[in-house]
């Protein structure tokens, strides 16, 4: 799927890259948080990959990684699920309830140009939970090195410019 770009135009390396961090955020999910499901485990995690490509196109911008975020952003609030789980779960033929018995009641992941930001709690840490391909030098791929016992598994933790208090997020500047 190519992912528009508006009146600018697109190319194929930052298609390639909305898949990328699509498959970055579904991964963390399916493999940290959903190991458990195995009935229809490979059905529901390619309906997710597709519902999530396809609410992207025409709101993916790598040259403005910020805008669209909002747009971007998945989650669970207060135990109310995202409809984009809804739509994968129903499109895979199986409950949504199988994405709240294993998502935390405050689950948020932005999926972003170059990034995938987790975080589990209203008021948690923030994890850069996606790494560019080999090659690729972004501000974004850098560690801080502090792997804390309170990170998710097998994610390394990144400093973020968010600003973790606010309901929706924003750049500091």
């Known amino acids: 799927m190519v992912l528009?770009?508006?009146n600018r135009g697109s190319d194929a390396s930052s298609a390639s890259q909305a898949v990328d961090e699509v498959r970055s955020a579904v991964n963390y999910i399916f493999e940290t948080l959903l190991s458990d499901l195995v009935d229809k485990?490979?059905?529901v995690r390619n309906e997710l990959v597709k519902v999530l490509l396809s609410r992207y196109e025409d709101h993916w911008h790598p040259e403005?990684?910020?805008r669209g975020s909002a747009y971007r952003c998945i989650g669970v609030h207060g135990g109310r699920l995202d409809p984009i789980f809804h739509k994968a779960a129903t499109a895979a033929g199986v409950s949504p309830?199988?994405?709240l018995k294993v998502l935390p009641d405050e689950f948020t992941?932005?999926?972003?140009?170059g990034k995938v930001l987790l975080r589990m709690g209203a008021s948690g840490h923030m994890w850069n939970i996606h790494m560019p391909?080999?090659?690729?030098?972004?501000?974004?791929?850098?560690s801080d090195g502090d792997d804390s016992p309170n990170s998710p598994p097998n994610v390394t933790r990144q400093p973020s410019n968010l600003n973790p208090n606010t309901k929706a997020w924003s750049p500091r500047m």
Request: hydrophobic share 30%.
């Open 133 to 142: 391909p080999a090659g690729v030098d972004t501000e974004s791929s850098s």
């Open 41 to 43: 485990h490979d059905v």
């Open 109 to 113: 992941m932005w999926i972003d140009p």
């Open 97 to 99: 309830d199988v994405f």
């Open 64 to 66: 403005q990684p910020e």
């Open 4 to 6: 528009n770009r508006g």
